[in-house]
């Protein structure tokens, strides 16, 4: 049985008798649409909306029986688990009611935008029915009998009307939701997902269906390979992980004595890793957050795979059907008030620490008009309200107090190899980080001596970028760049730094690439003093819908983003892991960015946490940690950060030097003709020469 989680029991109790009435209102509805002799599509819309409501509501019921999972075979469950994404499968989709084309076919355009998106944020009534959030469920269900009184039976058409009304309804219950939504982020009494992990035999692949979460071939054939492997390389795999995250605080001097919680991410299948994982920490005095995003997300929580990206892509701006000043105005002060309240669960929060995973079948979205899209004054309140937010949350929860740490691991998707890349993954994640450390010490050393560093592409590549170093007061006793061996990325195997945005320019350029589960062709960024101010790409036909996707995708919610990060990628068996299996257009970022040289476009990697000293091995303080922007902070904070950071690395094989300068024009070459030539570094080449190094 699941156990009650007792973080919703006062909500859920206040709202009883609404939330039984609701829902026998609902089932009126559909039975009045049942009576109707000439049914036309708002019928089908609130009865195919209304039944699915009634089905979770049930469904709600039917999981908390003490034995709703013994007393069913593996089969049956999968096919319950599949039946709650019926109507949004590949299979269903394209006559959906979720689906925004198939809505506008069938009410106009302004209509059919609203009505996919409401019945998009319906889609959570299967996270509130496994997370027993029936406040939230009565809310929607009070919201749904509005809407079918206004619309069916008062013929309401205005959808601006409609938008308020829907505004004003979500507004009246903001506190307790938006409070629902920051406790599951923060406190260890969000239990629903967590004891998973702690309470069942993880032999019995039934324990998957508890999450409520779409269960596919990867989450079960991940689960079987995991379950297959000797204890010692559990061992190896959860130690490196929980490890990582400890290095974290000893490296950066963080306080830890106080600290209670971590929140734990994974995909579903680890949970055998995870076991182990969650008990080192426990060790520590840390209890596991586990939790996901119930309306979907580019990189949740808590992963599996997705029943429909193309949905998620195509309602990623839909809450602009009840979104406005007004609206974002009243969350903020909603949102200041929460976080007040919870304030000392943040503060003993040690950070994050995620198990994330690569090989999912690439995803290339295609655009529709029917898509809902922010317009240039929505965008701009977003834009302010995202940033105000994050401003006030980091005063709550500043990067400084808590650390981190990733791995990631492939997916039976993946393909054929999928087994031996998961070994080699494993070697790739525990290499030895002392010999990592001394050599990217040569290239500090190198570098700390030089002004700027000039990247240019090989071949078809046409990367040209110059990025400008910040200057050093003492060359005794600061560096430039952060010698990062396995402390809280892992793997192992890249030197970083925060470029000088004045003087830093010139043009960036991928072939090929997926950043944040999107594919991006021919990728071209240009900057000018630090800044984006020009871009491309080849995804689609035209040059206005390519502009467009950057703008929606890659630059979202800004008009343009700084160059916060270059880093020097020396992971070279994690490059010939990928040639070897040619697997380097499904490598995570996490992984890619050790496999060449990588920009990243957004914050820097200091986000409110540049006054906390940084050392490396020798001892030194690397002191680029803020640029001209995030110097803002302190006088301007609403200037200083974007809150967006995606690496963009260029392969070896696409790279032809790396090149350091000083003013005089002395150089310090790195790399030439894509190997690594600085006296030093020699042993870098060698995975190159050996394709069978992993």
């Known amino acids: ?28 509805c559909l039975i009045e649409i049942g009576s109707q002799q000439n049914k036309n599509n708002y019928h089908r819309y609130f009865k195919k909306v209304g039944s699915f409501m009634m089905a979770m509501m049930a469904h709600n019921e039917a999981i908390k029986m003490p034995t709703y999972y013994e007393d069913k075979d593996f089969d049956t469950l999968l096919q319950i688990n599949h039946d709650l994404y019926a109507d949004i499968s590949s299979a269903h989709y394209a006559t959906s009611f979720v689906n925004p084309t198939y809505a506008c076919a069938v009410f106009g355009l302004e209509m059919g935008r609203f009505l996919s998106g409401f019945n998009f944020i319906i889609r959570q009534f299967v996270g509130f029915a496994y997370e027993d959030r029936r406040y939230d469920m009565m809310v929607y269900n009070e919201l749904f009998l509005r809407l079918y009184e206004r619309i069916l039976l008062k013929k309401e058409e205005e959808v601006k009307t409609l938008s308020l009304m829907m505004r004003d309804h979500l507004l009246n219950h903001a506190s307790v939701l938006e409070e629902h939504y920051w406790i599951r982020l923060v406190s260890p009494e969000f239990d629903t997902y967590a004891h998973i992990i702690r309470d069942y035999n993880h032999e019995d692949l039934r324990y998957l269906f508890r999450y409520g979460m779409y269960v596919g071939t990867n989450e079960i054939e991940s689960a079987k390979q995991i379950l297959s492997m000797e204890e010692e390389k559990i061992d190896l795999i959860a130690n490196t992980f929980s490890e990582a995250f400890m290095r974290g605080y000893q490296r950066e001097k963080k306080i830890f004595d106080h600290k209670k919680s971590i929140l734990l991410t994974y995909h579903l299948g680890f949970e055998r890793i995870i076991k182990k994982a969650s008990d080192n920490f426990k060790k520590l005095g840390l209890k596991p957050i586990v939790q996901y995003e119930l309306k979907g997300a580019q990189r949740p929580r808590l992963c599996n795979t997705k ?39 943040a503060r003993v929060y040690a950070g994050l620490a995620l198990m994330e995973v690569f ?93 700027y560093v000039v990247v240019k592409g090989a071949g078809q590549n046409r990367t040209d970028m110059k990025v400008q170093l910040m200057p050093l007061a003492d060359p005794k006793t600061q560096t430039k760049f952060d010698n990062c061996t396995a402390d809280v990325n892992v793997p192992v195997g890249e ?109 820097t990697c200091f986000v409110w946490g540049e006054d906390q000293q940084v050392y490396n091995p020798d001892g030194k303080e690397m002191i680029a940690r803020e640029n001209e922007k995030t110097k803002l902070r302190n006088t301007k904070v609403e ?11 260029i392969p070896y094989d ?32 060698q995975p190159f020469d050996d394709k069978d190094h992993v």
């Open 359 to 451: 090989g999912n079948l690439p995803f290339e979205p295609k655009n529709h008009e029917a898509n809902m899209t922010y317009d240039k004054k929505m965008t701009e309140l977003v834009s302010k309200h995202t940033v105000a937010v994050k401003n006030l949350q980091g005063k709550y929860l500043p990067g400084s107090s808590y650390s981190f740490t990733i791995n990631d691991y492939p997916l039976p998707s993946i393909g054929k190899d999928y087994k031996a890349i998961f070994e080699a993954t494993i070697k790739v994640n525990t290499l030895d980080p002392k010999m990592y450390e001394d050599i990217q010490q040569a290239i500090i050393d190198a570098l700390d001596q030089t002004e």
């Open 1 to 28: 049985m699941r156990p009650t989680n007792k973080l919703y029991t006062a909500s859920n109790t206040e709202v009883k008798e609404r939330y039984e009435i609701s829902k026998k209102a609902i089932a009126d």
């Open 654 to 685: 696409e790279l032809d030097t790396i090149i350091g300068y000083t003013n005089d024009g002395i150089a310090y070459p790195i790399i030439q003709g894509g190997r690594f030539v600085l006296k030093g570094t020699e042993a870098l080449n």
């Open 495 to 603: 030197v970083y730094t925060t470029p000088v945005l004045s003087g830093t320019e010139g043009l960036l350029h991928v072939k090929d690439i997926y950043l944040t589960g999107l594919r991006y062709k021919d990728l071209k960024l240009w900057f000018k003093e630090g800044m984006v101010v020009k871009y491309a790409c080849k995804n689609f036909e035209t040059k206005e819908e390519n502009l467009k996707y950057i703008e929606e995708t890659l630059l979202y919610p800004h008009t343009t983003l700084p160059l916060g990060e270059f880093a020097i990628g020396t992971n070279t068996v994690a490059y010939m892991m990928a040639k070897k299996y040619n697997i380097h257009a499904l490598l995570p970022i996490l992984i890619g960015e050790k496999a060449g040289p990588h920009f990243a476009i957004g914050d």
């Open 307 to 345: 029943p429909n990206e193309q949905m998620e892509y195509d309602h990623r701006f839909s809450n602009a059907i009840y979104m406005d000043g007004v609206y974002l105005d009243a969350i903020y002060k909603i949102k200041k008030d929460i976080f007040e309240k919870y304030k000392e669960k």
């Open 639 to 649: 200037e200083a950060y974007t809150y967006r950071h995606t690496d963009i690395t």
